[in-house]
Each structure stands twice: as C-alpha cells, then as structure tokens.
C-alpha cells in the first residue's frame, strides 16, 4: 500500500518534468552564485535532474516510522529535523517544540508547499491527514531501526538508530573498527542486520530491495570501478542496471564531475580523484533521493575535498538529496554536515545537529592562563563537572567548570598562590566533542 | 525486471578482458601447433599405399594382443582398434584420412576433456571472484536488481562466452586444417557406433554417418561438457570469492579427471565425478568407455545433474552471504 502510493508519486514527478525545470531556475541561479567555478557544471545538473528544489521525496503516509519520538533519544536525536537553513527555498527547521505548539501547525504546509514535496491535487489532503508532517518538517528518505549485527558472539553493531531527512546531510563518525562500515553495509543490503531493519523512501530493503535501492546511489568503502572498461562504458553499464535507464543523464554528470575529456579512456588510466568523481557520477546516475557516501575524501588532494564538499552541499540544498557521509575527517563532517551521528564500538554516543553538539559538549570548557600549571589543575578539578581539569601547556590548563563557579575557582587559585593571567572560553571542535564521547580514542 | 540489459552488461565485461582474447590465442595458436606438428611428421614418414600401411599396423596390434603382456585397458582399447581399422579395411576405407573437415572433428573429441574444459574454467573461475576483487561486487549489489538477477545474467554471459568459444574452437581447427589437408571433405562417410560389449567390439550398431552430421554431434557433446565444467566453475568462484583458488580448484579436479581412470580403472565410484564424464564425443565415435559400463547417456546424465546441483548452491550462497569483502 505504502509502496503503491510512492511509486505514484514517483512517475507523477518525472512525468511533470517541464514545468518542474521552470520552477527550479532560481535555484540553478543561486546555485552559481554560491559556487562560482562550477556555474556551467552546476547550471547542467540542475536541468538534468526531473526534480526540483527539495522534491519529490516520496512522502510516506501510513507509516509511523517517520514519527521520532519512538526512537531512544540519543543527545538531540530529533531524527528529522535537519540543522536548516542550508537550503534557501526552505525556512529554516523550527526547534522541535514548534511542532507541539498549535500556532505552528500552518508551517508544515507552507514547507510542503516550498519545497514542493507532494503534488497539487492531493496536497490539501496530504497535509490534513499526514501528521508526520507536521513532526517533520520534510519526508524521511532513510530511516535505520535498532540495527544490530554480530559476528559470532561479537556484537559488531548494536542496536543503530537514525533517520535522514530529504535536504540533509548526515555524518557518521567513528574510529576504526566502531561498526561505520558494518553500518553502510546494512543500510546498502550488502549485509543482513540480525536484527533491526532499514527503510529507504518507506521501502523495506529486505521485503522490497529493488524498490528501495531505485532511489539510492552510493560509493561504499572504495570507488574503484571497472578498470578494463572506459568512464563512459562504466557510466553506461551501471545506467543499465537502473529502472529507468540512465544513458540520458551520462553527459550532464561527466560534466558535473568534470570527466568530458576523458570519459572515453579506460578508468586504469584514471587518478584517484578522477575515479572518485566517477563514482560520485555513477552513484547519481539513478537521480537518487538519498546518497550513502562511504569516506568520500579519502585520498584526494584538499583542492579535491573542496570540490567534494562543495558538491555534496549542491546536491542536498538544490536538489533536496539526502546525504550520508561517513568520515574520520572531523573538520569535514564539521563543515559540510547539518547533523552527525558519532558510533563507538557499534553502539551510537552522540547524535544532533553539529552546532548542538558543539554548545552542548565543549561550550564551557574554560582555559586558564595560570602558573605552574600542574597546581592549578589539581586546585580546578573539584570544580570541574565532571571530567579533571587538563594540562595544556606551560601555562594553560583547561577545565570544563561552569561559569557560575569561576569566581570561586578563581579565588581557589588566588589562595593558592597560583598567578592566574587570564581565563579564556576554549572554542570547541567536533573533534573534542568527538574525543569527549569515545574516551579519548583517536578517529 | 528487464534481464537482457544485465546479460549485455556481462558479455561486455568478458568480452573486454584481456582473458577472452588469451582464450582466442590459445584456441589459434593450439590449433596451429598441431596442424604444424602433422604435416611435419607426414613429410618425414613418406606414405605408402594406406592399405599395406593399415594391414601392418592392423597385425603389429594382434601381436600385442596375444603376447598377454597387455594391462587390462589397453587390451580393450587394442581389441577395439584392430577392430576400427579391420572394418575401415573391409569396405575399403582409409582408416587414417585427414581432411580439414576430419581435423575440426577430431578437435571435438581431443579438446573436450581438458582444452574446452579449461577455457570454461578460464571464464567461469573469475566471473564472479573478480567482482570481489574489485571490490565492484558492492555496486553490483547495491544497484536495483536482485542479486538472483545479477548471478543469473552473470551465468548466462557465460553460457554464451562457452557457446562461443566452442564454436570458435571448431571454425579455427576447421581454418587450420584446412589449410593443410584440404577444405573439402563435409560429406564424406564417417563409421561411428562401434560399441564393446565384453571384451568383443560389437558392429551392430555401426553405421555410416556424413561428416558435417557427425562433426555438429560431436562438437555439441563437447559443448555441452564446456557447459557443466563452467558450471561447477562458477560455483568455486562464487564460494571461493578468489580467482586464482577457483582456478587451482578445477585444475586440480581436471587432472585428477585424466589420470583417475589410468590408475585405477577398476575403482567403479569415479565414474559419478563429472571429470571422468567429460570425454563425451568420444561415446559417440565408438572408444571404449573410460569405466567400463558407462554409457553415454548415462555420462549426460550424471553431468546434467553435477551442473544443476552447483548452480544450486552457487545461488543459495550467493543469495545468503553478507559482502563484506
């Protein structure tokens, strides 16, 4: 019944595809400003895709899943809420309360109708019958629930949790071996959770692998495709195994990716960050509403990471895909991700929108310019709130004490005798974040 | 689903690789070789007239015979060569002709146990390890097709890259030989159906065949046995997931396939392993069974049944087992 409805709409959306272009010129034209060397590229791909601005996710009706609150409330696990803001034809993600509030209840409708998410003639009926909604904000294009895998008694990956809304990019942080890959795999159907399940675009991928996989493109672990076979005949194979075929889109992403030239050379010829572009192309050749992007800068130069990162943005603000990215890159996942989920020995530690997690975790951490430096940290640790102050430097110790009681922790030192030269707030990272949670375990 | 674009897919990434065109090599150069070898060794031993020639061999082998010193199998194969050639001699027939046509014949029967055997394994052993090796196995599966239509279009590619090669196998004999003995020859009379009951050759069953008809029989027995040999192929790739462990497998089974029946040619269980049945144009020109009691249609069988029964289990694995390569 779900599916039934989905795929409607679906063929509804490509089937409207002039006039939907129309609407979407003022993204394209956004887009070129904001980045600058990729007009022409940029400009092809918007017109290439049958989907404009945000749209047309399948919008899941029936389905329960797509409300958050049954999942275990990680730190800020509003599920779908998205950090906002990063697409400009959408206003930006009202905090979740708003949802609970009942003047807010025209705001889904004015979102649905922006970002054009579901079709004139049942619109006023979706949004009166669909309170997902209202919860939501935008539909959900992946949802992960409770997975779990073992390999023999090992627990690889326990009990995962998340969703992905349409627009968003989502980080999954992790140091090696802490069940990122395993996740990926599960999330793909390349392995079966033991238990839990994976809905893409309301699809089971177990029940409905076909439907559910139509509406993904993805590079898992390594890019490398057919290095016998040129990039237009890799392109071309892989167009092959789509529903709808996708020969047609061959040009426009080659251009995207800036492989014209040289798409008619085999792929053995190909840099690493060339093959890496074609596998970003070949994951968007099925104009995918969700991307599962496995370590996407790994071995490109930083001129490449930007391109990447610039890109991945392009794709979830103007075209409204859903993006996975998993990262050991903290200042990546920092700058390109609205939300991030951090996992640790397959269980999940954290998970919000990055600028919650960073007031959350690291906003208070105070360094103190004082000496010695060693006293001082003994003297500030009962202060602290839980962790122990930390020895930074010569001179700077860092405590993650609270505001209120710094005139006391000062008072503590000056009685000591300690010189204390200043008191500054300590800018947070994801990366302390990241360190905070896992205990101190390096990406 | 569509199918065919899958199957077009896997065709193309065969016929792509290096390896379809070493098998094309090693077909050519083969083939070559041999017709080489042929002429060679006729132009060294100046021929006579082919009846005095087959008469004296005809005695030469009665003489084996009756020494006694003759291993049980050879004995067989001696009885059933004096036999071979006494018939020939009776309707006044040259035993040994050769003609183009006769090579390309006599490539089905040589080709079928090991050289056809070994360019299916060529093919089958990595078309599905390869993926895994590539590391291409995850956007194969992760794409909107189930993994029953990928293996599938995956054992169709190489059902027509065998097809294909059996065929390019006989044109290339038949080019070959030609070249050397003559292109003419596709009607000429071939006897087949000399069968050996007990120690005895029984004719009853001999008769006289055109060539073209007997060749097309001959190459689609050895077709078929490229077929199941690819078959049991792919399952040690899908299972093994490495090229070269697929590889070594098969090898190892044809091997064993050659000499099994040489050393132990009274161990009656061989005769159920699909390499002891490969030889089947062999059945069909009338040479002794490998075991005795072993049929032609007893040899399909157990193969139709081996191939079944490892496209199977290369389905059931490959549907079940997580890709965590």
């Not at chain 1, 979740?96 to 004139?120: D, E, M, V, Y």
């Not at chain 1, 009962?382 to 962790?387: I, N, Q, Y």
């Not at chain 2, 190459?219 to 590889?247: C, D, E, K, P, Q």
Request: overall charge positive; charged content about 20%; some cysteine.
């Amino acid at each position: 019944m779900t599916s039934a409805v989905a795929t409607s709409e679906r063929t509804l959306a490509l089937s409207i595809k002039p006039r939907r272009s129309e609407d979407s010129a003022p993204a394209t034209a956004r887009l070129t400003d904001s980045i600058g060397p990729r007009r022409r590229r940029a400009a092809m791909t918007s017109a290439a895709y049958p989907r404009p601005v945000g749209s047309p996710v399948p919008c899941e009706r029936e389905s329960p899943s797509t409300s958050t609150s049954r999942f275990p409330a990680c730190l800020g696990a509003s599920g779908v809420t998205g950090a906002g803001g990063e697409a400009p034809s959408s206003p930006p993600a009202e905090p979740r309360i708003a949802s609970q509030n009942p003047t807010a209840k025209t705001a889904p409708a004015a979102r649905a109708s922006a970002a054009g998410t579901c079709h004139n003639q049942n619109r006023e009926e979706r949004i009166q019958s669909d309170d997902t909604f209202r919860d939501v904000g935008r539909a959900v294009v992946l949802s992960a629930e409770g997975l779990t895998k073992r390999f023999g008694k090992r627990e690889v990956v326990s009990n995962v949790s998340f969703e992905i809304a349409a627009g968003e990019v989502f980080g999954f942080l992790g140091p090696n071996g802490a069940g990122k890959t395993t996740t990926i795999r599960m999330l793909v159907g390349l392995a079966r959770p033991d238990r839990g399940r994976v809905r893409i675009g309301g699809f089971d991928i177990e029940r409905d692998f076909a439907r559910a996989m139509s509406r993904v493109g993805c590079i898992v672990e390594s890019t490398d495709l057919y290095p016998y076979l040129t990039g237009r005949e890799n392109l071309l194979h892989f167009a092959r195994m789509l529903p709808d075929g996708g020969e047609s889109r061959i040009a426009e992403l080659s251009a995207l990716v800036a492989l014209e030239e040289r798409l008619d050379d085999r792929v053995a010829t190909y840099s690493l960050g060339m093959r890496q572009r074609l596998g970003l192309a070949q994951a968007l050749l099925g104009a995918p509403d969700l991307l599962i992007l496995d370590e996407p800068a790994n071995g490109l130069d930083p001129a490449g990471i930007r391109e990447i990162r610039q890109l991945i943005r392009h794709l979830a603000a103007d075209l409204g895909i859903a993006v996975f990215v998993s990262s050991h890159l903290l200042a990546e996942v920092e700058q390109m991700c609205d939300r991030v989920a951090i996992i640790h020995r397959g269980r999940t530690l954290a998970m919000g929108p990055v600028r919650e997690l960073l007031e959350s975790r690291g906003a208070e951490r105070l360094l103190f310019r004082a000496r010695p430096a060693e006293h001082a940290a003994e003297i500030l640790t009962p202060f602290g709130r839980d962790g122990a102050a930390r020895v930074e430097g010569e001179e700077s110790v860092s405590s993650d004490l609270s505001r209120e009681r710094v005139p006391e922790a000062l008072a503590a030192l000056a009685a000591a005798g300690v010189l204390v030269f200043g008191v500054e707030r300590q800018a947070s990272t994801l990366e302390e974040v990241f360190l905070e949670v896992t205990g101190g375990e390096t990406v | 689903m569509k199918f065919t674009p899958l199957v077009e897919n896997e065709i193309l990434k065969l016929l792509k690789r290096r390896r379809f065109r070493v098998a094309l090599l090693i077909l050519v150069a083969l083939n070559g070789l041999i017709v080489f070898a042929q002429t060679q060794s006729r132009e060294r031993r100046p021929r006579r007239d082919w009846r005095v020639e087959a008469q004296e061999r005809v005695a030469r082998m009665q003489n084996w015979e009756r020494s006694g010193r003759l291993p049980q199998t050879q004995r067989t194969w001696v009885r059933y060569e004096i036999a071979r050639v006494q018939y020939h001699l009776d309707r006044n027939m040259d035993p040994e002709a050769i003609s183009g046509p006769l090579f390309a014949r006599a490539f089905a029967n040589a080709s079928s146990y090991l050289l056809l055997p070994l360019l299916a394994i060529l093919f089958a052993a990595d078309i599905v390890s390869s993926e895994f090796a590539q590391g291409t196995i995850k956007l194969l599966l992760t794409r909107p097709v189930s993994r029953a239509s990928v293996l599938s279009s995956k054992l169709a590619a190489l059902a027509v890259a065998i097809t294909l090669t059996v065929l390019l196998g006989g044109v290339v004999a038949y080019l070959f030989g030609g070249l050397a003995f003559g292109y003419r020859g596709w009607g000429a009379p071939v006897l087949t159906g000399f069968r050996i009951s007990g120690g005895t050759v029984d004719f009853a069953a001999v008769r006289a065949l055109p060539l073209w008809e007997d060749a097309l029989l001959a190459f689609g027995l050895a077709w078929f046995a490229a077929l199941t040999v690819g078959a049991i192929a792919f399952l040690t790739s899908v299972v093994l997931r490495s090229t070269a462990a697929a590889m070594g497998t098969m090898l190892a089974a044809l091997i064993a396939g050659t000499i099994l029946p040489r050393v132990a040619p009274t161990w009656e269980a061989q005769r159920y392993l699909f390499v002891t049945n490969l030889p089947l144009p062999d059945y069909y020109s009338g040479s002794p069974a490998p075991i005795a009691g072993m049929t032609l249609s007893f040899s399909v069988v157990v193969l139709t049944l081996w191939a079944i029964a490892a496209t199977a289990v290369a389905f059931g694995v490959f549907l079940r087992r997580d890709v965590l390569a």
